[in-house]
């Protein structure tokens, strides 16, 4: 099923992408879309900043942004050799999510993938973090799943 009020996306990270997907929850108020796991790839590749969580075992919960390229079921990023996020060379279990939300129209879309991470030897495109610094160590999260959920206040 498609939402007619989201529109295509011509370009990575520019706005309001279109879903498919089933609808889940449907009222006079609005709806909640499970969506597919090929579009939560689709929308994955599309996005240009993430946020990758873990909990670490120095300093508890971590949720932090990255800027990324996204490669199969592979996340990769770059990241300071001394960051927090330079654990994640070590494997470990992490969630990795995107989002896109509207408060004006109150709309909104979340994709959630699940995986491990890992130190990543390979060419990792270059992300162009928005953060200063040298981000010399690569990182790659391998997802074993992926699920997503659209919202709408109204119908």
């Not at 099923?1 to 089933?22: E, F, P, V």
């Not at 499970?34 to 990758?52: H, N």
Request: glycine fraction near 10%.
């Amino acid at each position: 099923m498609t939402d007619a009020r989201h529109t295509d996306r011509s370009s990575k990270g520019s706005g309001r992408g279109r879903l498919d997907g089933k609808l889940a929850c449907v009222d006079s108020q609005g709806y909640i879309m499970t969506i597919e796991p090929d579009e939560c790839r689709r929308l994955l590749a599309e996005a240009v900043v993430g946020r990758v969580s873990w909990v670490s075992p120095t300093r508890g919960i971590q949720v932090l942004p990255v800027n990324y390229e996204f490669e199969g079921d592979r996340v990769l990023f770059r990241v300071a050799s001394h960051s927090v996020l330079a654990e994640l060379i070590a494997p470990t279990e992490v969630a990795f999510e995107v989002d896109d939300l509207d408060a004006e129209t109150a709309t909104g879309w979340s994709v959630l993938g699940q995986g491990t991470s890992r130190g990543f030897d390979g060419a990792v495109p270059d992300t162009s973090p928005w953060a200063p610094g040298d981000r010399a160590t690569a990182i790659a999260v391998d997802l074993r799943a992926v699920s997503g959920r659209s919202v709408s206040r109204e119908d």
